[in-house]
Antibody
């Protein structure tokens, strides 16, 4: 069974740091790009960051660029999000999500998010 | 960056009604468009990818159409279990922006 399980959320003061993790199982983790998506209380979905499967190429939303780092340990089937200089507006449920991989005509690209974890709550408050 | 604009932000319809949600990209994105359903208190679920391809296990009353900048999610006959928020998302190139969401309720 494909499963994603986030952990590491909690309460942190403004300016503080936190690392959340996502343990994956049931699929070949290293073959797929992985993502972090967040949802502030009562708000919509916001894409945060992506890391490619094997090359480790990363991208970030403008709202977290320079403060957050995404990484993965393919030997442990685990995805990480290191969050520094946290602000109140970073308060949200953080979901990890697996991207699909589409291949055709000799080209492959990362697609929509077909599997999501249950999320971990991060609260930034004094 | 490409912006994704959904409309309406909310709607109320009767069971059995045909419901249409639109998503507009500020620039052309070919068919690199997905739709997600998020029921209250639940995790988002992929409904449609490549603008019109139904994800495995999704009921056939859901359909998607469009290409370029204008996209549509249609529920052909609204059911009580379809009460949820629906989000479009562009993919393929970052940023992988979501639309603002559409909340669907039963009248």
């Amino acid at each position: 069974e494909v499963q994603l399980l986030e952990s590491g959320g909690g309460l942190v003061q403004p300016g503080g740091s936190l690392r959340v993790s996502c343990a994956a199982s049931g699929f070949t983790f290293s073959s797929y790009a992985m993502n972090w998506v967040r949802q502030a209380p009562g708000k919509g979905l916001e894409w945060v960051s992506t890391i490619s499967g094997s090359e480790g190429r990363t991208s970030f939303s403008d709202s977290v660029k320079g403060r957050f780092t995404i990484s993965r340990d393919n030997s442990k089937n685990t995805l990480y999000l290191q969050m520094n200089s946290l602000r109140s507006e970073d308060t949200a449920v953080y979901y990890c999500a697996k991207a699909t991989l589409y291949c055709g005509g000799g080209l492959c690209y990362d697609g929509a998010f077909d599997m999501w974890g249950q999320g971990t709550m991060v609260t930034v408050s004094s | 960056d490409i912006q994704m604009t959904q409309s309406p932000s909310s709607l109320s319809a009767s069971v059995g009604d045909r419901v249409t949600i639109t998503c507009r990209a500020s620039q052309g994105i070919s068919n690199y468009l997905a739709w997600y359903q998020q029921k209250p208190g639940k995790v988002p679920k992929l409904l449609i990818y490549a603008a019109s391809t139904l994800q495995s296990g999704v009921p056939s009353r859901f359909s998607g159409s469009g290409s370029g900048t204008d996209f549509t999610l249609t529920i052909s006959s609204l059911q009580p279990e379809d009460v949820a928020s629906y989000y479009c998302q562009k993919y393929y190139t970052a940023p992988l922006t979501f639309g603002g969401g559409t909340k669907v309720e039963i009248k």
